[in-house]
């Protein structure tokens, strides 16, 4: 598995595999943030796309560089700062990724914290292979969470930043693809590139229209690989999904899925995937995060909080919730969807 993405990483780094299938779509595969980017680039001049699109793979070796949360640099560098009771200058690009970080912490409660990279470390999901063998110690798991470290602990001056809480420890995992995404589809649009979609491993962002007709897309069915319900994204949408089944900790036939609550300091297991359509895609990844952590009984409340009205969830039992609105855009593609009744009047 790692010699594979030494040499997905390699070849991204050789250059883009540019392939046209129709006249007026361009596509690209980039292989990024330890994920394929399949970038789709319609009625546009070759020459100015392939610029564009070489534009996005450096910034996007660059956000891998100085936002992994285990492979040395520069979140690396800010989390031992942070441990050892330091201060680090960092640049404005992961200052803004940390406050929004600390917002879409605020507005979920504390379901989606970045804050929490020492639980998710210590459960072994720093690492590029599967992790094995049992759960961390009980007590090692209660002692991260009783630490309530958050993205509110940190402070920021003139590109400074500390930490008043030294179990803080930053992992951007949950948000940074929404937020690469984001940048990505500007940067498109300020490189004369009207009509694009963006898609890698969970997150789409849209830019334009396919010709004609919206940009069309899928949502994968978590339980059986297929598809689970098919939609129209509009000008400047974006799609994140949060799955459980991407990654996830196996032993004795359970499985513990990276998705963790940090009140408890446990993975959740209630909600299988978890998606969420909104204008901004950063906000998409974190909401999609919080909501399989609120689960089932309590995600409309978190909805709710975090201002994001299109939701779908699939629960552990293959039920899908989904909001008023979101229910009105999709196309159930699967012969076994099943849709669980939302009790709130006033959902959106
Ligand atoms: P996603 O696939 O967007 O849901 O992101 C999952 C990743 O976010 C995990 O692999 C962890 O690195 C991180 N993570 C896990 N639980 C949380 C949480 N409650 N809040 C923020 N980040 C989390
Ligand atoms: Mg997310």
Redesign the pocket.
């Known amino acids: 598995m790692r010699a594979l993405r030494a040499v997905l990483s390699l070849a991204a780094l050789a250059l883009l595999l540019a392939s046209c299938s129709s006249p007026r779509e361009l596509k690209y595969q980039l292989y990024v943030f330890g994920t394929l980017l399949d970038v789709v680039i319609y009625d546009a001049d070759k020459a100015v796309a392939d610029q564009a699109v070489a534009g996005i793979s450096a910034r996007f070796q660059e956000m891998h560089r100085d936002w992994h949360?285990w492979k040395p640099g520069l979140l690396t560098d800010l989390n031992a700062a942070f441990r050892e009771g330091r201060s680090l200058q960092v640049d404005r690009e992961l200052i803004a990724l940390i406050e929004d970080g600390r917002k879409y912490?605020q507005l979920s409660g504390g379901?989606?914290?970045?804050a929490?990279?020492a639980l998710?470390g210590l459960w072994g999901?720093h690492a590029d292979d599967k992790p094995t063998g049992p759960p961390p110690a009980r007590d090692k798991i209660a002692e991260l969470a009783a630490a309530h470290p958050s993205m509110t602990d940190i402070d920021i001056r003139d590109g400074v930043v500390s930490s008043r809480n030294k179990r803080v420890q930053i992992?951007t995992?949950?948000?940074a693809?929404?937020a690469a995404l984001d940048w990505a589809s500007a940067y498109l649009k300020a490189h004369e590139i009207s009509n694009a979609i963006l898609n890698a491993g969970?997150g789409i962002a849209v830019v334009g229209r396919h010709g004609a007709r919206p940009w069309k897309v899928a949502i994968r069915h978590p339980l059986n690989w297929g598809v689970i319900a098919s939609l129209d994204l509009g000008p400047d949408e974006a799609m994140?999904?949060?799955?459980n089944y991407?990654?996830f900790r196996e032993h004795e036939g359970l499985r513990y899925s990276?998705?963790?609550?940090?009140r408890t300091g446990w993975p959740v297991d209630h909600i299988v995937s978890?998606s969420v359509v909104d204008k901004n895609g950063g906000l998409a990844?974190?909401a999609?995060?919080?909501l399989?952590?609120a689960g089932p009984d309590h995600w409309l409340q978190t909805a709710r909080a975090m201002g994001v009205s299109e939701v779908l969830l699939v629960d552990k039992d293959g039920g899908i919730h989904t909001t008023p609105k979101m229910q009105k855009r999709i196309k159930l593609e699967a012969a076994d969807a099943r849709i669980v009744e939302v009790k709130d009047p006033l959902a959106p």
């Open positions: 949360p912490e379901l989606f914290n970045p929490i990279g998710i999901f992992d995992g949950a948000y693809k929404g969970g994140h999904t949060s799955g991407h990654r990276h998705i963790f609550d940090p978890a990844d974190a999609a995060t919080a399989s952590v």
